[in-house]
């Protein structure tokens, strides 16, 4: 392979990986679309923008010195005379790196204090964020309620700036919090709380990825930001916060409440209190299931309980045995709770 198709190949496969970029659901981190996410655009941009320029000067004054200096014919095979040491040039190449990293210490650290340093207002919506192996949990601590995968936030303007305050903690082991448009990311490690906040100003999902390797399942440990106006996310609260829904039937919640899922499950208000996965409570007010890989609906559930491992392999919900009626049944009751 000649070193011309060599770089054209790396070419094209950075050109698709932008295309991909574009296209994937991820969010662009060139779009920012919140205060802490627009200043860690800037301050990349700038730095991109200095290592381009060094790039080039590099580059070009390499290619000239390539073409002009050259081996041409009828030079003589001989060494051409030496140089050695020049005070001018020595200074020049230290004193010039060494103002350029000054330059973009000073840039980044601004960003990093005013990112830190933002004072949190008291009307703040609070939300202790749990990464688990490999689903996120969302408890909302003021408005006391908990739910998962989708985290929804109200949408900050100019006129009503609303903040939302992230306590990031983990339940095993060491996570990243991801959503490129809104923030940089943040990582989540076991006995040790992080914080950070986001005042999204576009209405709209925002989907994010765990940004730490943490098992198996890392790539698709996903979690969708759903920023609402403070109409609608007040709405959406009040829903979260109220109680289970009533079962349709007493026997369907019967068969639920007597299987094994109630181990790992809560369903508010019923004897189901396990921690270790999503709370169901308010399960069909959510779009998704397994880390938002599949949508929600009572065929995919019902897909799920019966083998949570073809659906999304490797993750932990293990396969419960439980007769076609059973699983009827409890489906029937879990599509109830809105
Ligand atoms: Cu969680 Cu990677």
Known sequence: MTQSYRLFVCFLSFAGLA????????????????????????????????CGAVFLIVASLLAYAVIRFGYREGDSRSEPPQVYGSNQVEIAWTVIPILIVFALTMATARV????QDQRIPNDAVNVTVIAHQWWWEFRYTDLKF????????????????KLTFLT??????????????LAGKTDVIPNRTNHMWIDPKELGIFLGNCSEYCGTQHAKMELRVVVETPEDFARWAAAQQAKAAAPESAENQRA????????????SGTR??????PDLTHLMSRQTIAATEV???????????????RLKPGNKMPT????????DQIVAYLTTLH
Request: proline fraction near 7%.
């Open 256 to 267: 639920f409440l007597s299987s094994p899922c109630i181990a790992c499950h809560a369903v």
């Open 168 to 181: 990031l903690k983990s339940a095993d082991v060491a996570h990243g919090f991801w959503v490129p448009q």
């Open 146 to 161: 908990v739910t998962a995968e989708e985290l929804h936030v109200p949408l900050s303007t100019m006129a009503q700036p």
């Open 112 to 115: 990093t204090s005013a990112i």
């Open 272 to 277: 189901a209190l396990g921690r270790m996965g």
């Open 320 to 327: 419960i045995k439980l007769s076609g009626a059973q699983r």
């Open 295 to 309: 949508p929600l609906n009572a065929a995919t559930l019902r897909d799920w309980i019966a083998d949570p491992q």
């Open 19 to 50: 295309g991909a970029q574009s296209k994937h659901a991820i969010g662009n981190i060139f779009k920012p679309l919140a205060t802490p996410a627009e200043l860690v655009a800037d301050v990349s941009l700038l730095t991109l923008v200095i």
